[in-house]
């Protein structure tokens, strides 16, 4: 029923930043975003709670990516600092249905993702 679009991944220079869009057609309280390199599963990145704003992060990109809401668009951005090769990975967004959702099989809706390289 929620149709997740991304939008902003490219090709990027180690220690460069870039911000991924998800705009959602409803709002829902958990939207999250995740990413799988090539090879590997997909892993948790960063949720955001509708209406708190509360935030969880993975360790792994803790301090250099902020995820943020604007509720009149329903949308979520992940604005990503101090890339790493290590963050190469297609990235999704995810809704969900309830507030702080870091499952992956507990998110309802998914985007079909949007790709990040970070180069040395």
């Known amino acids: 029923q929620v149709q997740l679009v991304e939008s902003g991944g490219g090709l990027v220079q180690a220690g460069d930043s870039l911000r991924l869009s998800c705009a959602a057609s409803?709002?829902?309280?958990?939207m999250g975003w995740f990413r799988q390199a090539r090879g590997k599963e997909r892993e948790f990145v960063a949720l955001?709670?509708?209406?708190?704003?509360?935030?969880y992060y993975a360790d792994s990109v803790k301090g250099r990516f902020t995820i943020s809401r604007d509720n009149a668009k329903n949308t979520v951005y992940l604005q990503m600092n101090s890339l790493k090769p290590e963050d190469t990975a297609v990235y999704y967004c995810?809704?969900?249905?309830?507030?702080?959702?870091?499952?992956?099989?507990?998110?309802?809706?998914w985007g079909q993702g949007t790709q990040v390289t970070v180069s040395s």
């Open positions: 995810a809704a969900g249905s309830r507030a702080g959702i870091r499952k992956r099989d507990e998110y309802d809706y």
């Open positions: 409803a709002r829902t309280l958990s």
């Open positions: 955001i709670s509708w209406p708190i704003r509360s935030t």
